[in-house]
């Protein structure tokens, strides 16, 4: 084995004359081993070595031993060798360090590196001896991730169950979001850096920063098979370097927060139900109860007033007055028939009606409230329209229920008087999925509906208006209405500025017979 310069290394004569047994164990070591000269040429290496680095004897013999090395580690290398050499420090010698070694394919792998000093006349070399830490750093690396996903999985419970402390308090939703916003912020290692958002139904509930990022974990919170908000955490600042603990596992954790507020919600709203139902049908009784017994002065009150009449001259104050008792008398008795109705579920029998008809009914039920709203009022519903199979009384329901709520949203926007404050009904014949309807549209320009509430509309008990003013079931109701009809109703709407319904009706809704009145 020659150096460079063509005659015999030292090294190489040294081992030429060990003995063999010595040599074999060198030759055989599971470590590698490879002894350099003061200024880091390779003097010599063994089996293990040159399979650790991937070099021939041939290849590597003669070279600087930073060629096995990362550049920053063959710098410091060099300095030490320097730095021996200037001051015979021994800083190099003894000590166990921990390198990266550079492969002949380019791959970088740990090792402990322990050198030691040997003396061959006036030479100093350096034998250093190489014991390959992959595997033990794959398995602390393994350890460590075990660690950080129980820490992150222990994260998640604590806060899935804080998340339940925070459901069963039974408070109401607004704030039960805000705490789990707050909750989520301090479950994360680096709360200074990340942003919790809930929203719910238009609600916005943030802890952390102002400012979104892009970087977040998004979960929809779904009730009833429909999304009505978002759980969001987003990571604020510089991008998230790779071993980051908010790339894994959060996932997990946002999707169930957000199903857990949905669970909640829809139980909420489900036992909400279930106590209006039986509020209802206890009102129903009463009303029923009441109904009955307002017949019967309401009888006796119309009975006389026909007696009255027979003895009054036609066109006389009196007969005027009298009339006039009989009427409102009679208007008292279609309301509590109508109540009665209501509170049995009355089917009553169909009949072909005309459409202009039942809004004129509606019209002279609310007319004096729209005046007193300042309403300018638009109407055009022919009167030649084709007649529509259907129960009067249900769509003069449905009608007066569009008219209140659009009046409602008309006061909103308009307090006073205004001329942009109207309200439009209008009637036309129309193509509906290849069918012939009746289209009836509401139409005011008052504050619209949001976006968000679109969707919830027909639900039950749903209402943006306060306890004093709405119980949530008029279009409930409406709709259920207009379905028993056949039809449909449809709503468009820009908030802020208009609200449109469509009420489609179809002419042929397949009902063929008068149906008996339920008893």
């Known amino acids: 084995m020659a150096s460079p310069h063509g005659t015999p290394s030292v090294a190489t004569d040294l081992w030429r004359e060990a003995d063999k047994w010595t040599r074999a164990i060198v030759e055989s070591a599971v470590d ?6 003061e200024s880091g040429t390779i003097e010599y290496i063994n089996p293990a070595a040159e399979r650790m680095f ?18 920053e580690d063959s710098a410091k290398h060099d300095n030490h060798l320097a730095r021996y050499r200037a001051t015979g420090k021994r800083s190099i010698i003894g000590s166990i360090r921990e390198l990266e070694g ?5 791959r970088i792998f740990p ?12 030479r100093r070399l350096f034998t250093g001896i190489l ?13 460590d991730q075990l660690l950080r996903n129980l820490h992150k999985r222990n994260i998640e419970i604590t806060s899935l169950y804080r998340v339940g402390e925070i459901v069963r308090s039974g408070h109401d939703l607004s704030e039960t979001c805000d705490d789990i916003a707050k909750a989520m912020w301090t479950a994360f290692q680096e709360p200074e850096r990340i942003r919790a958002r809930v929203s719910f139904d238009g609600g916005e509930h943030v802890c952390g920063p102002d400012s979104p ?12 098979g429909r999304k009505r908000g978002e759980v969001e955490v987003s990571h604020v600042g510089a991008p998230i370097a790779a071993d980051s603990p908010f790339l894994t596992g959060e996932r997990d954790l946002i999707d169930g927060i957000a199903a857990v507020l949905g669970e909640t919600v829809e139980r909420r709203d489900a036992q909400s139900k279930v106590i209006q139902a039986s509020k209802l049908a206890s009102i129903g009784e009463l009303a029923a109860g009441v109904g009955h017994e307002i017949n019967n002065p309401l009888n006796a009150i119309i009975n006389c007033a026909d007696i009255l009449m027979q003895g009054l001259a036609d066109g006389s104050k009196e007969r005027q007055f009298a009339e006039l008792v009989r009427s409102e008398a009679e208007r008292i008795a279609r309301i509590v028939r109508n109540l009665l109705t209501f ?15 039942i809004v004129e009914t509606v019209l002279s039920l609310s007319r004096k409230k729209i005046a007193k709203s300042k309403v300018d009022l638009h109407v055009d519903v022919p009167e030649d329209l084709p007649k529509l199979k259907c129960r009067s009384e249900q769509l003069q329901q449905v009608l007066m229920n569009l008219i209140i709520n659009a009046l409602h949203s008309l006061d909103e926007r308009y307090p006073d008087g205004h001329p942009d404050k109207f309200l439009s009904i209008s009637a036309r014949p129309y193509a509906l999925d290849g069918r012939d309807v009746l289209r009836l549209t509401v139409e005011d320009h008052g504050c619209g509906i949001a976006p968000v509430h679109i969707q919830r509309l027909f639900d039950p ?3 943006t208006k306060g306890r004093d003013v709405g119980t949530g079931l008029g279009l409930s109701v409406s709709d259920g209405i207009v379905k028993d009809h056949g039809g449909q109703i449809a709503v468009e709407s820009e908030y802020g500025q208009y609200a449109r319904f469509h009420v489609d009706l179809p002419l042929d809704n397949g009902w063929t017979a008068p149906l008996a009145r339920e008893r």
Do not use: C, W
Request: no cysteine.
């Open 54 to 71: 991937g070099y021939a004897p041939h290849e590597i013999l003669g070279r600087n031993v930073s060629v096995l090395m990362k550049s």
């Open 32 to 37: 590698g081993i490879i002894t350099i000269d």
């Open 131 to 143: 014991h390959d830490i992959t595997s033990r750093r794959l398995a602390q690396e393994e350890k």
């Open 461 to 463: 008990f749903f209402t």
């Open 343 to 357: 509170s049995r579920q009355d089917r009553e029998a169909h009949s072909p009606a005309r459409l202009s008809d």
């Open 102 to 106: 550079r492969h002949k394919s380019g």
């Open 111 to 122: 090792f402990e590196l322990s050198v030691s000093e040997v003396l061959v006349g006036e």
């Open 213 to 224: 990022s892009e970087n977040r974990i998004v979960a929809d919170i779904v009730v009833a």
